[in-house]
Structures are given as C-alpha cells and as structure tokens.
C-alpha cells in the first residue's frame, strides 16, 4: 500500500486579549518594582508599547502587509544578502558597497526618463509642412540669402489623448412612408458602415482587458455604465465565447508547437471552477481528488521564437505535459523538459528516455535560503556557491549553444563538484529529518537532473521563464478569483495562450487578435498558419491573392 503523506500540524491561532492603557501601566510598575533585571523590563516595555501600536493601526485602518513586513524586517527576495539580514535580525543597507568603497558618482536609476517618440509604436503618424516654407525657398533671415533644404530628422512632438475602452456612434436612419401603400423606405448605412454591433477591436480589447490585463467583467461593466455606454457582463462574454472553435483550433496548434520544441519548461498552480467545487463535495471519499482543478503552464523554447500555452481543467502538470509530449514528432530529437522536483510534475505515463529531464536549481537554492538562523555556515556556503553557477550563465548570455555548453562545462563543473562533495560531507554533521539534512538529502537526490546543463546544450539552470509565465493566471486568479465551469476556464486558457505567445514574441496582442477575429473561419481550416510568429505572413499571402485575381481581369482583352 502507498504510504501515507504526512499532515502538517496546523498551530491554533493564538487567543488574543484586549487591556487598557490603564492595565499596561499597572503592569509595568509592578514588573519595576520587582527584581527583574532592567534589560528585560526594557523588553516587556517594547513588547506592549509595540502591540498596542499594531492594535491602534489596526482599528484605523492604517496597517498594510507592506508596513508589516517592513516593521518585522522580512525581506520580499531571495539575494543572499536579505537572508543573512533575516538571519541576524538586522536591516539590510541594501547596498553591498561601503560608503568608504564608493566613487562618488551617483549613476542613473533605471527606468526614469522620457520616452523617445520611436516608443509609440502604436501611434498614428501625420506628417506636418511648413505653412510658408518649402525646400529650396530664400531663407526668411534677415541679409542671409541662402537656400532651405529638408533636413534629414524631422521634428517630433507626441499627443496622448484618451478614450473610453467603447465608443459607439448612433445612426438615425430617415424613414419614408407611402401615403398610399404605407410602404417604409429606410435609408441604408454610409459606405463602409457594417450592420454589426461590435466590431473585432472591440472584442479584442475585452479579451485583453479581462484575460490579459485581470479586469473582472463586472468592473467593466460598471466602469462603461459610468461612461454613458451599457456594457453587460453577460454580453462581454457572449462576445468572446461566440469565437470559442476558433481559438480551440488556434489553442490546438499552440499546443502542436510546444511539443516540438527544444526545451519545454512546466509548472502548475491552484484555480477555483464552481461546478468542480459542487461535484467534490458531492464525491465519493476516495474521489474528491478527481476534482481538484490546476492551471498548468508550458514555455516552448524554439531556435526563432517561444510558445506559451495555458490550460485549467483537472489535470497537475505532469498528466497535461505528457498529453503535450503525445503530440510531440517523432523524427526530432530528444526533448529537454524542465519542472521542479514534485512528483505530479514528472510526465505521466511516457517512459523516461523519450524526455530529458531537468530540476530547477533555484527550488534547491530555496532550501538551504529558508533554513532557521543556526544554520548559517551551511546555507551560505551552498547559497555562494550557486550563485557562482549563475555568474557563469550570466558571461554566456551570447553565446551559441554549444560555446555555453563548453563553457560550463569548463567553469561549472568544477563549482558543481564542489557543490556535491561538501554536501556528502556535511550529511552525516546533520539529523537526516532535520530541516539541513532534509534540504542537503533533495540535493544530493536529485544532482543529476540538476546539473543537466553540464550535459545538454540547451538545458537551462532554473524553472524562472515558466514562474514569470504563470503570473499571468495568479493576477486573474486575484481579481477575477474563481471560473463558473471547466468550459469557462478552458476558453480563458485559449485567449491567454494566444495573447501572452504573441506578446512574448514582441507582436502587438491587440492587432494579432484583430486579425484572427477578422479571418476566422481562415483560422480554423489552417491554425498553425496563424500562430503569432505566421501570422503577419499569411496575412501578406491573403492579401497578395485578390491583387493577382483583379491584375488578371485588367488584363484581359475586351470581349466585345
């Protein structure tokens, strides 16, 4: 019989009692006039004067998990210098140079600046003349006489300017009315005026709003009720799901891409679907895990471009990514696949050679970071020496494949020797269920899937492009918090998968879902052109055809 996974006990929440100023004084006088030495009557004083600050925070409303996290001095990152800080209960300087060591020159911060006009790539360009001068005119300086030419830059000057997510134009249409047969004769729409309601930019902008940017549909709802244009939430997705075959087949071929590509990275997290919620609490005992919903993430890693595809439904990763590998060419060679270490990330159901398989050397770096205070020469020494690994990534950033392989293995490997050896040493120093010889027992476990890089070209050192990936799916899960039914969360996974491919491979969303919205039925009889790194070309290729078809018929010899 499979062993049983041990529950963690959950500690009972702490009973909190309420005093009175009046009762911390009265407390504090008797702990003076007691025998109790001052340094922790000093303690006790900080203690309370300290609660009582958190509690009058509190009731107004004035404490946040920032400011909680800045009192307690919890670092929100993973630097070796926050853990050390953590470790000593000090604050961090957060600068590892002294003021001694610095030059005296204060650099730039990043991201503070204008935006050259070249950054508005979106923007509509309207070419202005001189209202007077033309090239060639007499200069208009006084006693100059000399001649203007066109410079080679022109001059820039941007202007923003704002719109609601709708606008919508009325028409009235006049009617005329037969005094005799009562016929009624409606003038028709101006030219290039379609009958339909929503046009495609506006459908796309609600996919990008809701699946891309975790904007609840009842807040936009509200939010376009405010602006004087009715927006139901029930509409909003009838507008999107009425093009769920489309994006099914586009979200088909997505899924046909990743397979074949070099490196795959894949992880999963939690997602709430109510039907699934209902039928669990319906379930039998031995059943309820059937129910359990995940939205899986997989980053395709090709030679010219990267393939993101999402799906929620009841699968954990490792049950959806060998759905992935199924698909996967035969011809090819071996994938390299990158998960962590869980057990329902390994593919389920395909056998072990017909993959490589990678462990994230971050997830190990994360055991020896979270080690209690006591364990510091341990986790500083592992924490040194990854980082070491990582300052050899960072010099083979432009390298080819095989030049970074080599390279690793020149540099890496003896980092990674290092690695092993002083963990063997350090695993009989410690208690094997202990919290070091827990994290030194995974490392040395699983050593092999990660140090890949010292074997394979391409595999990469850490799970990261996937963690950032399904940031997307945590924000909507944030905002939006819950899917009705699988069908629900489905057609989310199709929209995000196309707007975050297209985005991750520099194409602008809005205008790639534009144009599968406008070609759909394209779409569907030929997804893989259509993919983000296609499109553009298959739009050319369209286009290209009707232009032949009316050459042809300018050319031909008049019939009569």
């Not at 202007?159 to 009235?172: E, K």
């Not at 990582?390 to 990674?416: C, G, N």
């Amino acid at each position: 019989m499979p062993k049983k996974s041990k529950k963690k006990k959950i500690k009972p929440v702490p009973k909190a009692k309420r005093f009175s100023p009046e009762q911390a004084d009265k407390f504090l006088s008797v702990l003076e006039a007691s025998s109790i030495p001052k340094e922790q009557i000093e303690f006790a004083k900080a203690l309370i004067s300290g609660n009582e600050w958190i509690s009058q925070q509190l009731e107004r409303g004035l404490l946040t998990i920032a400011k909680m996290r800045k009192l307690f001095q919890i670092q929100g990152s993973e630097k070796a210098a926050s853990r050390k800080s953590r470790a000593n209960h000090a604050p961090s300087t957060g600068s590892a140079t002294s003021p001694e060591q610095s030059t005296g020159e204060e650099e730039k911060p990043k991201g503070h600046g204008r935006n050259d006009s070249s950054a508005y790539s979106g923007a509509e360009t309207v070419t202005v003349t001189h209202p007077e001068l033309t090239p060639g005119s007499t200069c208009p300086a006084q006693a100059c006489g000399g001649r203007l030419y066109e410079a080679t830059q022109p001059g820039f000057v941007v202007r923003v300017s704002g719109a609601p997510l709708a606008t919508a134009t009325r028409y009235h249409l006049q009617k005329l009315r037969c005094s005799v047969c009562q016929a009624i004769y409606t003038a028709p729409l101006p030219d290039g005026v379609s009958d339909k309601k929503y046009d495609n930019q506006f459908v796309a902008m609600l996919m990008i709003n809701k699946y891309f940017m975790s904007m609840p549909l009842f807040r936009q709802d509200r939010l376009q009720n405010y602006l004087g244009m009715p927006l139901p939430a029930s509409t909003q997705w009838d507008l999107m799901v009425a093009h769920e075959p489309m994006l099914n087949k586009l979200h088909q071929a997505f899924c046909q891409d990743a397979a074949n590509g070099l490196v795959l990275c894949y992880d999963d997290t939690s997602v709430k679907v109510l039907s699934e919620i209902k039928a669990k609490k319906q379930a039998a005992k031995g059943d309820k895990d059937k129910h359990t919903c995940f939205s899986t993430g997989v980053v395709s890693i090709h030679e010219n471009h990267r393939c993101y595809v999402f799906m929620s439904n009841i699968q954990v990763a490792g049950a959806y990514m060998a759905d992935i590998l199924s698909l996967r060419d035969p011809t090819l060679d071996v994938p390299i696949i990158m998960c962590d270490a869980i057990s329902a990330n390994i593919p389920q159901g395909i056998s072990d050679d017909l993959y490589v398989l990678c462990y994230c050397l971050v997830h190990a770096r994360r055991q020896f970071y979270e080690l209690p205070s006591g364990y510091d020469d341990l986790a500083d020494r592992v924490i040194d020496l990854i980082g070491k690994i990582y300052d050899q990534e960072a010099a083979v950033k432009s390298l080819s494949a095989q030049e970074r392989l080599a390279h690793h293995k020149k540099h890496s490997q003896p980092i990674m020797d290092e690695l092993k050896t002083y963990l063997e040493s350090q695993q009989k120093e410690f208690e094997p269920n202990g919290v070091a010889g827990t994290a030194i027992h995974y490392v040395l476990k699983r050593f092999t899937g990660l140090s890949q890089f010292l074997r394979h070209a391409n595999a990469p050192l850490d799970n990261n492009i996937v963690e950032r990936a399904l940031k997307l799916i945590i924000q909507v899960r944030k905002s939006s918090m819950f899917y009705k039914t699988l069908r629900s969360a489905a057609v989310a996974s199709y929209i995000q998968s196309a707007l975050y491919s297209a985005a991750q491979n520099d194409i602008n969303p809005c205008d790639y879902m534009v144009a599968l919205l406008g070609n759909e039925q394209a779409v569907i009889d030929s997804p893989q052109a259509w993919l983000p790194w296609h499109y553009k070309e298959t739009l050319k290729q369209r286009q290209a055809v009707p232009a032949k078809k009316d050459l042809g018929k300018s050319a031909s010899p008049d019939s009569g």
